[in-house]
């Protein structure tokens, strides 16, 4: 078990780019939804099952097991639900803490979420020049409703 | 991957029970339900996580892993949907083939199937005296099913 704390940002104009440290593409999807979130990830480090409790908060229950690339990608393409979710997540140090930018393409381009995941919901951080407004309390921007949901579909996007 | 292929059926006569060689009580429920089911199960023999594809047909599309027997019971308390799934599993060597006989208790008990999974939906079988009909195409005999619709509340329940 571990009771995940996530705090999710918009981002307010580019200057993050500048800051990342490094850049990993992702491939992601959901076998399915209840009061858990089941997700199949790929990225160049290989291939985990994630699953997440559906509890709109900023700590989650979670856990995360590696599974083989074959079955992840059999999965993707055969038993998730459309469309895949895919990003690039970009890694930035600041301040102690490692901020991840994702940045989606496909159904939901357009859309930059900062994220941080804290050990407590009330750790102190420093906030990059470039953070936006807090949506972690947001459920349009759980990456399982982008499936539902995309980016593209919604009325009042910035992008 | 695995396509998994399995034929469900019910029981005539209580004939079984002297053919059985090994009972395991196991307790588990589903997390989430979508184009796949996803399951955790506590047996004597550990913990696992099973995905199984929701199609209604024989042969179906499973992937299986081991996980700690911590993040099961946490999983099953916290994060399944209710009722949690108890049952007796009996093995039963027939044939050169083994039979599973889930013997269900809680909101499910007086339900008894029994199960055998072959290579080809085609593989001869013999079939034991205590045999009854075939319920593989009735969803209503999935696991996953007994959650949302427990034998108590069939209206035309054997048991």
Redesign the interface.
């Known amino acids: ?1 571990a009771a995940e704390i996530e705090r999710k940002f918009l981002v307010r104009h580019e200057g993050w780019r500048a800051a990342v440290s490094r850049s990993v593409p992702m491939r992601q999807g ?9 997700r199949v990830r790929v990225d160049e480090t290989g291939a985990n ?1 994630n ?1 997440k ?1 559906m509890t709109l908060n900023i700590s989650r ?1 979670e ?1 995360e ?1 590696d ?1 083989p690339e ?2 992840a990608h ?2 993707l393409d ?4 459309r469309p895949i979710i895919e990003k690039t997540r970009h890694y930035i140090e600041n301040g102690g803490h490692t901020w991840e930018v994702d940045e989606f393409a496909g159904d939901n381009a357009g859309l930059v979420v900062a994220e941080l995941e804290l050990s407590a919901e009330d750790e102190a951080y420093e906030r990059p020049d470039w953070l936006g407004e807090e949506v972690s309390d947001d459920p349009r921007y759980y990456n399982v409703s982008l499936v539902t949901y995309p980016y593209r579909d919604w009325p009042d996007r910035k992008g």
Chains 1, 2 share one sequence.
């Open positions: 078990m959901y076998l399915a939804e209840g009061n858990a979130s089941v099952l699953i409790s229950l856990y097991y599974i074959a079955d059999e999965m055969q038993l998730c639900q």
